[in-house]
């Protein structure tokens, strides 16, 4: 079995009446539910489609503060930090929304062993110890082989390894959880599998069930941490958040042993520009935060750069657990970043940014909200016993 049998026994359009239909009395009781849940019990999928509901809007400043409550009690004051290491913006996949898809005319780039270890240099000298490593979808030539030589160069000089690049099969995760990566990220986009097509039109990715069976790779291979997340504007982002919850609830249950987060990218500006077809205003995306928060208290929550200082600082303070700094969306991005700015110049980024402060000025931030900056939650010590689990 797979999440291919859950997910097809959940028609998109009868999802969207069950998460479009519910009333103030349902959300009600969901914060009921969730207010009195100080032991951290998931709560029901039908709490999750109240929660996601428009008739839950008017209730966010009560969802704020349980959903704070909830992350203070399991995670502390705590805000883990990571940047994004790009090693390559090659892409064979025609996506709509992004800046490296194949069609658009960008100058191609794979970082070298020599260019990773210097955007390397320059993250820890920043004080970063979790890197997440990011590519295009090119498995000619970015593939197993080159994601593994990238692992064995960065584990030895960093904490915590996670990835975010093509889905692989389960083997291939086997042979990288054994170089050194503890997380995979792996993000649906949409759950609308008519919405997915139109939006994926060549290329591996057009393959939706591919996509959508990988968290069941990841967690038959081991790998300790797994990503999920839609983008949001490529379809009404209640029904994609409801399968994203149903999706981590069935992850759970079927791989127990791994640890799970959840990401919220919002559609956002590009060169070839996409207009989201559902707009996503910021205080949707926190209901949609502080709706999955309450659903699990255990899952991480993350926020990249995508989104803008002010709204990060709050999200910090009633949910979020995760958070990019500094980030550089284009591979050799840090090490090119002074030089390329004193010439006027600048290579295509994957997506444009609305955080732009520097990583000493978000860790101000964090520490003037009353939050402590992580840099390490991994070490090389716990990978033995986890990789032969
Ligand atoms: S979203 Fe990923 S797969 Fe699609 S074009 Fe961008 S890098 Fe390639």
Redesign the pocket.
Known sequence: MSFLEVFEAHPWEAVRERVHSRSTADVEDALRRAAANTAGAPLRLDDLCALLSPAAAPFLERMARLAQAATRRRFGNVVQLFAPLYVS?E?H???T??????LNKIPRRVLTDAEILAEADILKRLGFEHVLIVS??SERRVGTDYFERVCTLLRPRFANLTLEV?PLPAADYARLRRAGVSAVLVYQ?TYNRAGYARH?LK?R?ADFVWRLETPDRLGAAGVPKIGLGALYGLEDWRVDSFFAGLHLRYLERAYWRSRYCLAFPRLRPHAGGLEPKVEMRERDLAQAMCAFRLFDNEVEISLSTRERPGFRDRAAAFGMTTMSAGARTNPGGYAEAERALARGERTLE?FHMSDERTTAEVVAALRAGGLEPVWKDWDAAYDAPAASM
Request: with cysteine.
């Open positions: 913006n892409c996949n025609v996506c929304y992004c800046g490296f898809s194949m295009g979808e093509q986009e994926h290329g990715k994957q």
